[in-house]
């Protein structure tokens, strides 16, 4: 049976990941309050912010902006995006 969360996100129960996706507390709150579905939209999301912006995952600083992107991201705030983005119509 799949576990289900109340998504933080979207605001309504889904499916939820198989384990926390960080060690620590934050991962355990991310297991507990975010859905399979945002956590993988999440991750497409971090791996364009780390290409366009081209983000240098040793650079403290730039881990600390993926780190607060996705705080807000899983949140249902609003989230940096590629400069000149434009999302694709579905």
């Known amino acids: 049976m799949t576990r289900t969360v109340h998504c933080r996100k979207y605001k309504e129960e889904l499916p939820g990941l198989d384990r926390p996706p960080y060690p620590g507390p934050k991962g355990e709150d991310i297991y507990r309050n975010v859905s399979k579905q945002a956590w993988d939209e999440w991750q497409k999301h971090q791996t364009m912010l780390i290409n366009e912006r081209r ?24 989230y940096a995006l590629a400069e000149g983005y434009v999302q694709p119509k579905e």
């Open 55 to 78: 983000l240098n995952m040793m650079n403290a600083e730039d881990r600390k902006f993926l780190q607060s992107e996705m705080d807000k991201f899983l949140s249902g705030e609003e």
